[in-house]
């Protein structure tokens, strides 16, 4: 019945977003904000399943604590992270057309992509951080940033979480929050934006374990990737060079997709060494050392960082769940997510208007019972419901026809293989549980 899949291209996931309301340009009606977007209800619902997988993932590890940091930060943050100093990117001026670009993304010697001059500016590099005041003073003592990644906020505050908590070294601290770059040509859509969401794990440990918890979560992180349905062979690791490590890291690997753009940056995983602690100890004159019960001193515990944004992330499942295949003579766009990140779990469908009455009752009925978001639909032909249903990766839709009244039991139709059976009404919930907690395997 079906054909092998296609790539989507950026074009088509943008469009595919914004026809069934997963994500909308910000500001769209005063022209649009370049960079930052705003999520629909099939958005907000996949983003909290991403959330939701990402912790349960990073709980299976070890022992993890929750954090939600302020967004602002205070100058002396930034200065003692080397933020302010360090966390620019090369910026270059066409002199003819004034186009900006990112100086490493484009080749100085040839003209310019937007003009075709070739008349550049000296390169200067361009502080990403979002700038702001606090209150009415014009002092710069009330100098405050946006936070460019939520890490910070958790070095910060180690000492108050550890006062607070009963946890032992090893242990994490986890955040999920928005973070804020002022991206010199932000792009590919939800890939490079100027407001986004990072979900960071901190791990904290002794510095000769740090090798090997390094591996270890690097193992862990791919584990994540294939549990929650993505096409392995899109996925490597990608060792950082000395060039490409951050001014924090003693080492980094990347998590890289393989995008229709090549292969990027879907997540960091970086050896952090004891960077930040000795910085904001150093610079808060606050002795950051966890105490150590059983060498009965302190030291500065080596960390570990898995860093991912929840919206690149969310790009790359749609990209890897992109599908288009032909059933019955028709083309039809199918997003094969794995259960879990489907935003919608199962549709109830009534054949006609006739059966509205017993699917609405056993819709409202199964909704309550599981707490899942769930759809009820009886407009248009039951083919043109499957297909809306298809487009935004419901896993099982449910129909109650003219036979369901006599055999107590619904028709039960598979997205993936569009195989349809017979269940009993009493089985649906179980059914659909079922269906989300077996292993995902993408079929074609
Ligand atoms: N705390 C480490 C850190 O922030 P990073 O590599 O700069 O490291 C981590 O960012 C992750 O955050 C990236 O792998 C990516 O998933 C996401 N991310 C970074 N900048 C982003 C942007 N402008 N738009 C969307 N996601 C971004």
Known sequence: MSTPNTTATLEEIVALCKRRGFVYQSAEIYGGLNGVYDFGHLGTLLKNNIR????????????????EGSILGSEAVWQ???????????????MSCKHRYRADDIDLDKSCPHCGNKQWTDVRQFNLMFKSQLGAATSSTNDVYLRPETA???????????????????????QIGKA????ITPKQFLFRMREFEQMEIEWFCKDEDSLATFERWCSARLDFYRHIGLTMHNIRLHAHTKEELAHYSRMCNDVQYQFPFGWKELEGIAHRGTFDLSQHSQHSGKDLGVFDEELKSSYLPTVIECSVGVDRLFLTLLFDAYTEDIVEGEKRIVLKLSPTMAPIKAAFFPLTKKQHEPMSALYHDIKKKLGLAMQYDDSGS???????????????????DYDSANDNAVTVRHRDTTTQERIAVERVAEYIVDTLNSPFQKIY
């Open 180 to 183: 804020f770059r002022n991206e």
């Open 52 to 67: 939701a997988a990402w912790l349960k993932s990073i709980n299976e590890f070890g022992d993890v604590l929750q954090f």
């Open 152 to 174: 910070q906020s958790i070095f910060i505050n180690v000492k108050n979480i550890l006062s607070t908590n009963r946890v032992k070294i090893p242990f994490g601290i986890a």
């Open 80 to 94: 003692a992270s080397g933020h302010l100093t360090n966390f620019s990117d090369p910026l270059v001026d066409c």
């Open 382 to 400: 039951i083919g043109k419901r499957y297909r809306r249903q298809d487009e935004i990766g419901t896993p099982l839709c449910f129909t109650y």
